[in-house]
């Protein structure tokens, strides 16, 4: 295992609906990603996360949006939910920011929008 | 942004056989190249990695190729055994946009005992 956590595992909600995602870091991590993951999908980068600033963005919505705590967990945060929402979240914590450095993945939140 | 393609979608080989998985990217800033294996219901776990100013690592029945020039790096496995059967991912990441992964669309890997 390695390390990195995600909650809750599954998640159902309805459209217009808000939801928050939470992921806890590998201990000594400082940087967490989010990627959505659509079926039969690679993971699409949403954003990333150090000592608490949003450090980069994919080309997703401001509804979208994140929070990075002192002890550098994170959060992700959709509000008004639509159908396409529909996917595994995944969050990856990673050490150094500025270079290419290991990405550990949490097993993922999956969550259905209906 | 960085465009990563990754060719097959599908590849079913015999066991011992190789396989094969290519992916070119767009950004020639792209510096590290990941690759991925990621099982059904579990999360995507790093088999192998190359930076640029590397052309070439192996790492027992896995190897990673990379051609800066051409834009594009592969992932070999020898020896193919029925647990190597997965969806593997390759990713670019350009390192002063802070570790910012770009995937593949993912190679389903058949193989067959």
């Known amino acids: 295992e390695t390390g990195v956590t995600q909650s809750p595992t599954h998640l159902i909600k309805t459209r217009g609906q808000q939801v928050t995602l939470r992921c806890s870091s590998q201990?000594?991590?400082?940087?967490v990603s989010w990627y959505q993951q659509a079926l039969g999908q690679g993971p699409q980068f949403i954003f990333q996360y150090y000592r608490e600033e949003e450090n980069g963005r994919g080309n997703f919505p401001p509804r979208f949006s994140g929070l990075q705590f002192p002890n550098y967990s994170s959060e992700l945060n959709v509000n008004a939910l639509e159908l396409d929402d529909s996917a595994l979240y995944l969050c990856?914590?990673?050490?150094?920011?500025?270079?290419?450095?290991?990405?550990?993945f949490g097993p993922g939140t999956r969550l259905t929008v209906l | 942004g960085e465009n990563v393609e990754q060719h097959p979608s599908t590849l079913s080989v015999q066991e011992g056989d190789s396989a094969v998985i290519k992916c070119t990217y767009s950004d020639s800033a792209s510096n590290y190249f990941p690759w991925y294996k990621q099982e059904l219901g579990k999360r995507p776990q790093l088999i192998i990695d190359i930076r640029s100013n590397v052309g070439e690592k192996k790492d027992q029945r896995i190897a990673v190729t990379l051609n800066k020039t051409a834009k594009h790096f592969s992932l070999h496995i020898t020896e193919t055994q029925p647990e190597d059967s997965a969806v593997y991912f390759c990713a670019a990441s350009i390192g002063n946009t802070g570790n910012q992964f770009y995937f593949g669309t993912g190679t389903s890997l058949t193989v067959i005992p």
């Open positions: 201990s000594g991590h400082n940087t």
């Open positions: 990856a914590s990673s050490l150094v920011r500025g270079s290419n450095n290991e990405q550990f």
